[in-house]
T-cell receptor
Framework: AAGVIQSPRHLIKEKRETATLKCYPI?????VYWYQQGPGQDPQFLIS???????DKGSIPDRFSAQQFSDYHSELNMSSLELGDSALYFC???????????????FGPGTRLTVL | DAKTTQPTSMDCAEGRAANLPCNHS???????VYWYRQIHSQGPQYIIH???NNETNEMASLIITEDRKSSTLILPHATLRDTAVYYC??????????????FGTGTRLLVSP
């Protein structure tokens, strides 16, 4: 079965640079979630989108922005990168409209961002 | 979302059943219990979820107490590949939309030969 695809899998940036992370949800999934997991920490929710509209927002820095496109893929844009942004970034997708009990979130493999 | 309490770590012998407990005493009537696991730095993997009835799938069984204040995830025949951090998460259920997952500290399960 097709899974969530994230790219790139690894990214190394310098401080103050920008980064763009991409997420391709499972086919026919309409909702995308972004999570950040710092070293030794548990995943923390950043932001989510449903049908290209922001649906919820967590503790996402103002330096970060995200959007969902018409094909349902999503991009997380990170500017003025700081050392503390080094983390794993996971994308998850779910379906709100497939009926039954099926809005379970399925996660991608993550992007490991290292800021030097 | 209700908070959950899980043991920090557990050990299990390969081939034996692993029983992972979770307390969620403040769970509301419309909140489901979800279980995910994370194998070292991989994306969290969905295991199972339930509302009040016991559930079973190809990966595990979920036993929820009658008062819904606690639950147990059962891996019937643990293998070395089941070594992971297991997260018990309570959230408003399906078809309500946009429900972020709030991860606690989870249980680190170590399966040994």
């Amino acid at each position: 079965a097709a899974g969530v695809i994230q790219s790139p899998r690894h990214l190394i940036k310098e401080k103050r640079e920008t980064a763009t992370l991409k997420c391709y949800p499972i086919p026919r999934h309409d909702t995308v979630y972004w999570y950040q997991q710092g070293p030794g920490q548990d995943p923390q929710f950043l932001i989510s989108f449903y049908e290209k509209m922001q649906s919820d927002k967590g503790s996402i820095p103002d330096r970060f922005s995200a959007q969902q496109f018409s094909d349902y893929h999503s991009e997380l844009n990170m500017s003025s990168l700081e050392l503390g942004d080094s983390a794993l970034y996971f994308c998850a997708s779910s379906s709100q409209t497939s009926g039954l009990n099926t809005d379970t979130q399925y996660f991608g493999p993550g992007t490991r961002l290292t800021v030097l | 979302d209700a908070k959950t309490t899980q043991p920090t770590s557990m050990d299990c012998a390969e081939g034996r059943a692993a029983n992972l407990p979770c307390n969620h005493s403040t769970i509301s009537g419309n909140e489901y219990v979800y279980w995910y696991r994370q194998i070292h730095s991989q994306g969290p993997q969905y295991i199972i979820h339930g509302l009040k009835n016991n559930e079973t799938n190809e990966m595990a069984s979920l036993i929820i107490t009658e008062d819904r204040k606690s639950s147990t995830l059962i891996l019937p025949h643990a293998t070395l590949r089941d070594t992971a951090v297991y997260y018990c998460i309570v959230r408003v259920g399906a078809n309500t939309g946009f429900q972020k997952l709030v991860f606690g500290t989870g249980t680190r399960l170590l399966v040994s030969p």
